[in-house]
């Protein structure tokens, strides 16, 4: 008896040895640090997400419907508990996956570990105008530009959790320009934490700046069928967007108050009013002229070589039924008009909106959103004549084309303008609006009294109504007609009907 008894627990002792070597014991114990580790970090974000869901919930319920093309938005979860520590008992049996729904996420990703949401939105316009020059009318990058059909913006975009710390975005988009040719980019990609603590947020990759209200924001959520014209005009036909890093704190206060600045490239078409490529081309000469002087290549070399952007936002609630936010933005960075100078841009916004407790579906509500510019331009002093001679001699070349030599004095150039435009959801699914804008130099410089007038500071102003009609939450349907006044050319008259179709869930847009 006893020695089957010795011979039972030597059996299982070696069974045990085989099943639990020591090895396995040490990768155990490491997945269970491993564990504890992230558990503390969980708990960590948790705390602090849920102080910025409840600073931010107010305005999200105050400003709902949604933004033209965007998904609505849906209140916040509850944060989640803690992950429990491991245990041998049974795990629970998994949660029934509820069935997709249109307004669900497009996951081309699954698993409980990892996912990417996919969305497709499109937005065409047709209509016509009495302008000859209508892609300089139609300024912005993505308004419609050419008589028939535009493709305004075809815009995919990948969103999702990277992993407890990260979320990513990118926003691949298309569209035709003025001669119809199709041009299609990368608009933006980016990742952003979720975990810093005091509500600090960095956000780094390629991205729309965040200056005022509308540069931030997608050509669908926009509540006219084009930009703004100062906002064209200073920020550039494509917006300004460059590579950086973005550093935000929301702050501690009983309402939303938020600081942001970032830092990023001050070259390239996407900083038009910097280091971009704004101005005339002179095609057949091969130069390129912004306010009459042709460009300056600089190299970046120092800090002093970046865009900031410097910006403060802040909300209150005035009352249960009326919302008002207020922000200030500002850009510097150096321009390629000479080797030192430089470019200021400042901009005030405020956002008022007004829908009763007892409104259904959004509506009906009435919103008011103004933006005021101001650019300071340092533009260098500039002179076709290398020698000095007062004669253009057949080694210099004939930059404006005209065998005139030009001799500029250095000066800043200052222009300013804004829009102002209000949004009225009369009944549920229609929405009148009305938009006025005005940009304007503040003097005209001295190259334009020596040389003629710039249409690319000429002062303009545009009147435009449109309604819109929303057949459900992914499509819409809107009429504008604009009126159009532009010094020396005068006035004309366009109409424009819009079309926007939304696949997915698209991703949340700030209020």
Wanted: aromatic share 12%; glycine share 10%.
């Amino acid at each position: 008896m006893k020695l089957r008894t010795i011979l039972s627990v030597s059996s299982a002792l070696c069974l045990g040895a085989v099943a639990l070597p020591a090895q396995e014991t040490d990768q155990l114990q490491q997945l269970q640090r491993q564990l504890r580790q992230l558990q503390e970090t969980f708990e960590k974000t948790i705390q602090q997400q849920r102080q910025q869901i409840e600073a931010l919930q107010k305005q999200i319920d105050a400003l709902q419907p949604r933004a033209p093309g965007a998904a609505p938005a849906a209140t916040p979860p509850a944060p989640p508990t803690a992950v429990p520590a491991a245990s041998s008992t049974p795990a629970a049996p998994p949660v029934p996956k509820p069935p997709w729904s249109p307004a669900a996420p497009i996951q081309v990703l699954g698993g409980q570990r990892a996912y990417l949401n996919l969305s497709f939105d499109a937005l065409f316009a047709a209509g016509g105008s009495t302008a000859d020059d209508l892609d300089q009318l139609q300024f912005g990058g993505h308004d419609p530009n050419q008589r028939g059909f535009t493709v305004q913006n075809l815009e995919t975009v990948f969103e999702g959790k990277v992993d407890p710390y990260f979320r990513g975005q990118a926003s691949l988009v298309g569209h035709t320009d003025a001669s119809g040719d199709f041009h299609f980019e990368a608009e933006e990609a980016y990742a952003e934490t979720l975990a810093l603590p005091q509500g600090l947020q960095l956000k780094a990759g390629q991205f729309l700046t965040e200056f005022g209200r509308m540069n931030p924001t997608h050509p669908h959520t926009w509540n006219f069928a084009d930009a703004p014209l100062v906002t064209a005009r200073f920020l550039g036909p494509e917006g300004l967007r460059n590579p950086g890093a973005r550093l935000s704190w929301l702050t501690p206060t009983p309402f939303y108050s938020e600081l942001f600045l970032a830092v990023q490239d001050s070259q390239g078409e996407t900083a038009y009013s910097f280091r971009g490529g704004g101005g005339h081309s002179h095609e057949e000469e091969g130069h390129e002229l912004f306010f009459g002087r042709e460009r300056v290549e600089r190299d970046t070399e120092t800090l002093g070589d970046l865009l900031f952007a410097p910006r403060y936002a802040v909300s209150f609630d005035l009352s249960d039924s009326q919302t008002l936010l207020l922000g200030t933005s500002a850009a510097f960075g150096p321009n390629n008009s000479g080797e030192d100078t430089c470019t200021q841009i400042y901009g005030v916004d405020l956002f008022w909106k007004w829908k009763p407790a007892d409104h259904h579906g959004g509506f009906p509500f009435v919103s008011w959103q103004t933006e005021a510019l101001l650019r300071c331009y340092q533009a260098d002093a500039y002179s076709n004549d290398a020698n000095g001679n007062g004669i253009l001699d057949p080694d210099e070349e004939d930059v404006f084309g005209d065998g005139s030599v030009r001799n500029l004095a250095g000066e800043t150039l200052a222009d300013w303008g804004l829009y102002s435009e209000v949004a009225c959801g009369f009944r549920k699914g229609w929405v009148a609006a009305l938009r006025g804008d005005y940009v304007t130099p503040q003097k005209l410089g001295q190259y334009e009294l020596d040389y003629g007038p710039d249409l690319d500071r000429a002062t303009r102003w545009r009147i435009a109504p449109n309604l819109t009609w929303y057949p459900s939450e992914f499509s819409k349907i809107r009429l504008q007609y604009n009126y159009d006044y532009r010094d020396h050319l005068g006035p004309d008259h366009s109409v424009w009907l819009q079309l926007e179709f939304l696949l997915g869930s698209h991703a949340a847009h700030k209020f």
